[in-house]
Each structure stands twice: as structure tokens, then as C-alpha cells.
């Protein structure tokens, strides 16, 4: 079981920037950032692999990076031109095994950190 701590969210008006951190309790190769809103399934926004490949949702892509520092166990979210639709709660996800795009491939989850964009 891998722990993970999210922070770095906050309220921001829309055309700002916000930063998300995970740290994990240990290395996993893949890890991810996932969002969801009330009444909504849970999405994937980002996600990254231990050799630097990562994969972006359509609607973040160009305007959010994802990053992993394998050596401090870190996975972070730089979020730029943020938009009132991208308003969730966003969690950190860790998985053994290869990248994934699939919310029910990851087996461990921080508890999340909203994020306002008004």
C-alpha cells in the first residue's frame, strides 16, 4: 500500500495558475491526477510514467504539465490558463505496472485537494 498527501489547492480566478504536490510514502512507476465534480464520475486529468511518458485528458492538454521526481517519490501538477471548468476535487493516484489512463487500474489515492476557478 502506497500512502499519498495531496496539497496545493486553492481558489484562483479564471486565466491563473495553481500547483498541486503528491508526496508519496514510496516509489510506484505510474502515477496520476484525477478529478472529480458532485454528481460526476471520477476523471483522469494527467498521468505519468517512471521513464518521463505521460498522457494528457483533450481538455487540460497545453495548458497543464505533469511532472515526477522518482527520487523524492513527488508527482506534481502545474495548472496555467485555468478555466472555471476545471473546478474539482483532484486527487493523486499511484499504481504498480504500467501507465494508465483508467481510473480502476490504480490501486492506492490521496484524499484530495479542491480546486475553485471562478
Known amino acids: 500500500h502506497v500512502q499519498l498527501v495531496e496539497s496545493g489547492g486553492g481558489s484562483v480566478q479564471a486565466g491563473g495558475s495553481l500547483r498541486l504536490s503528491c508526496a508519496a510514502s514510496?516509489?510506484?512507476?505510474?502515477m496520476g491526477w484525477f478529478r472529480q465534480t458532485p454528481g460526476k464520475e471520477r476523471e483522469a486529468v494527467a498521468a505519468i510514467d517512471g521513464h518521463g511518458d505521460a498522457k494528457y485528458a483533450e481538455s487540460v492538454k497545453g495548458r497543464f504539465t505533469i511532472s515526477k521526481d522518482n527520487a523524492k517519490n513527488t508527482l506534481s501538477l502545474q495548472m496555467d490558463s485555468l478555466k472555471p471548468e476545471d473546478t474539482a476535487m483532484y486527487y493523486c493516484?499511484?499504481?504498480?505496472?504500467?501507465?494508465?489512463?483508467?481510473?480502476?487500474?490504480?490501486?492506492?489515492w490521496g484524499q484530495g485537494t479542491q480546486v475553485t476557478v471562478s
Open positions: 493516484a499511484a499504481k504498480l505496472g504500467f501507465l494508465s489512463f483508467e481510473v480502476r487500474a490504480y490501486e492506492n
Open positions: 514510496r516509489y510506484t512507476y505510474a
